[in-house]
């Protein structure tokens, strides 16, 4: 059974920094592409960032540069580091692996 549990969110003023960690279980990690996804209130879901098993990442626009992705594969656990924090960035954001996702955690950046 694949378990994703997702921690760190939080609330911070905007220009601040949160890392929101995911750890796995039930999955063989180091060969899976992890990513991160969020969803705004009353939005749809979108795709933050992704990192596959060689390393290799993708961003979406909104938060390149701002944001970084990363992964212990010993710990079986994908981070990330959200910096530069501005309000959009406000949702319920996921981790996902193949078809699973994790219970969501929330990130809240007040003006």
């Known amino acids: 059974q694949v378990q994703l549990v997702e921690s760190g969110g939080g609330s911070v003023q905007a220009g601040g920094s949160l890392r929101l960690s995911c750890a796995a279980a039930?999955?063989?990690?180091?060969?899976?592409?992890m990513s991160w996804h969020r969803q705004p209130l009353g939005k749809q879901r979108e795709l933050v960032a992704t990192?596959?098993?060689?390393?290799?990442?993708a961003y979406a626009d909104s938060v390149k540069g701002r944001f970084t992705i990363s992964r212990d594969n010993a710990k079986n656990t994908v981070y990330l580091q959200m910096n530069s924090l501005k309000p959009e960035d406000t949702a319920v954001y996921y981790c996902?692996?193949?078809?699973?996702w994790g219970q969501g955690t929330q990130v809240t950046v007040s003006s």
């Open positions: 039930g999955v063989i990690f180091s060969i899976n592409t």
């Open positions: 990192m596959s098993s060689f390393g290799s990442t």
């Open positions: 996902a692996v193949k078809t699973y």
